[in-house]
């Protein structure tokens, strides 16, 4: 017999611990696989992973990073889980969370779903029901309803994405070693020192966690012993080696209300569709200035690692990197190599063969190729709802990059990227509070889906790597939106200078923020005070 509760919570990374602290007065259950908080800080983080965005774009908007003047601006990963659980703990969202509890199974139990979509979303029944198998018990299941589940397991970790191979040309064959990052990941520090120690690596990919890994691997091979990483770059992107571009802060071109403006958003008007074109060179123009500063910076001309194109591109689709500092002065010791190929790849007996039959020798592959976390919801999602998850633009098909206007009473939380990703989670789970508190409506299914639509129309305009959900370009009229729809102002600063000029953080969207703004309906106050 199942238990009976009104929400269920699928994860305890950022967006699970930000939604129950959200939906805390629902008394929700949150179910997370292994035994800690901290999704992929804890399961998918190197000893060397920082945070990519400065630690005061990655903060709750009621809970401040530790004000101490010698921390980094970027943090550890280490220092991060320390945050996350220190706002579980202070906010007491521990209490709502089963550890060692992996859902294996949703079903649906509402009787008609097409019925879903007036009224309350709580409707005093389970709709709901869900497989969880504990450490404790793992040959049995355990099964739960719930009125709403909220689904936070994310986009990353869990489950590899691995290449294709021909029959006798995969893994199978290699003598040497493969493993995926996610594999090292839950290496110690001496263990994955040991692993690269005087071998011939090969690092497959040119994203953040291949640049990560290379750097470590370069820096296990020191000595006359050791031997260069080889890094198998197919697609080049843009890095950027900190947040100033020719001593101008990295905020100014892309993260200020009037830095925005330049670029297309949705249910744009006709004066506002022709403005964008009209801006075009200038939106160009910035995307020229930065390159050039990193092409100055940073000898990416030198290895053949410039992009072909836009560095706008990168940052649109939510690509951007911050390279490490030491990474260039190991490609220049000739520590970290670099093989560049447009062509398919195989395993051979003894590394790595191409196309045009050149090979390279290797001891240890590194699959840094990412994960699959479409597999992750249809592998517990029913049918007809598991289709609904894929869609031919790559995306999960969300309105408000929350609700998939076909599958009811479910949410999705922690499934778009933006410069911050927590603040996009915890402003998310702040509109679906208010959604389930009957606060507002939502729009028919039909408006919903042209909504979407219109999200996937942008960002096939603003770059070729559309098939990634990424709202940078927009995210402050994305937040526009959704405080609309809460019933919020929308424009959060304290005047119109700041309100066009000064970059948004989490700070902006504190609740305190509009409590004030009742009482002082001027809004003439400065966000900052609320931290003090």
């Known amino acids: 017999m199942a238990t009976h ?8 990374g950022v967006s699970g611990i930000a939604a129950a602290k959200q939906l805390s007065h629902y008394n929700p259950i949150v179910f ?35 004000n101490k003047r010698n921390d980094p601006i970027f943090p550890s990963h280490l220092e991060i889980l320390d945050y996350l659980e220190s706002y579980a703990e202070h906010f007491d969202v521990l209490k709502f969370i089963k550890f060692n509890s992996k859902v294996v199974e949703v079903r649906f139990v509402g ?80 263990a994955a020192t040991q692993l690269f120690k005087d071998k011939r690596v090969v690092v497959v990919g040119y994203k953040k966690s291949a640049i990560d890994l290379a750097l470590e691997c370069a820096q296990a091979n020191q000595g006359p012993q ?62 020229k200035f930065i390159e050039s500063y990193l092409l100055w910076k940073l000898p990416l001309e030198k290895y053949g690692l ?29 520590n970290i190599v670099f ?44 049918e007809p709802f598991r289709s609904l998850v894929e869609h031919p633009s790559g995306v999960i098909p969300l309105y408000r990059s929350t609700i998939n206007p076909l599958i009811p009473n479910m949410a999705f939380v922690g499934y778009v990227e933006s410069v911050g990703n927590l603040h996009t989670s915890e402003l998310r ?29 942008i960002a096939k305009r603003s770059t070729r790597f559309y098939k ?26 304290r005047n119109f200078l700041l309100e066009a000029f000064s970059p948004y953080s989490a700070w902006d969207y504190n609740t305190k923020l509009d409590d004030d703004k009742r009482v002082n309906p001027t809004g003439l106050f400065a966000s900052s005070a609320i931290r003090n």
């Open 429 to 457: 789970s702040i509109w679906l509070a208010r959604l389930l508190d009957g606060k507002f409506k939502l729009p028919d299914a039909k408006k919903m889906l042209e909504q979407i639509t219109e999200e996937m129309e």
């Open 468 to 493: 990634r959900a990424c709202i940078s370009t927009y995210s402050i009229n994305h937040s526009d939106d959704l405080c609309k729809e809460i019933g919020w102002t929308s424009w959060r600063k």
């Open 339 to 382: 093989k560049k190929t447009f062509s398919k790849w195989w395993f051979w007996e003894g590394g790595i063969e191409f196309e045009d039959k050149t090979k390279l020798d290797a001891d240890v592959v590194m699959l840094a190729t990412g994960y699959d976390g479409k597999r992750k919801l249809k592998d517990i999602l029913p």
């Open 5 to 12: 509760s009104k929400v269920g919570i699928i994860g305890a």
């Open 226 to 287: 050791g031997k260069p990483c080889t890094m198998l770059v197919r697609t080049l992107h843009w890095t950027v080696p900190h947040y100033k571009v020719w001593g101008l802060p990295f905020h100014m071109f892309y993260s200020t209300r009037s830095a925005q403006f330049l670029h297309e958003r949705p249910n744009q008007s006709f004066l506002r569709n022709l403005f964008c074109l009209l801006m075009s060179p200038l939106r160009q123009g910035v995307s």
């Open 306 to 334: 410039k992009p072909d194109h836009p560095f706008v591109e990168d940052y649109a689709s939510c690509q951007m990197a911050i390279m490490p500092e030491e990474f260039f002065s190991e490609a220049d010791k000739g």
């Open 111 to 190: 009787g008609n779903y097409e019925d879903y979509g007036d009224g309350s979303l709580l409707p005093g029944h389970p709709v709901w029901e869900v497989a969880v198998q504990t450490n404790e018990s793992p040959d049995s299941i355990e099964w739960h309803a719930f009125e709403y589940v909220v689904v936070c397991s994310g986009k990353y970790g869990d489950i590899p994405k691995m290449p294709n191979f021909q029959y006798k040309k995969g893994p199978e064959i290699f003598k040497g070693k493969v493993m995926h990052t996610l594999d090292y990941c839950k290496l110690d520090k001496e």
């Open 32 to 66: 997370e696989a292994s035994d800690s908080i901290g999704g992929v800080w804890k399961s998918c983080s190197y000893n060397s992973t920082k945070l990519q965005s400065p630690r005061t774009s990655y903060e709750f908007s009621d809970f401040p990073w530790p």
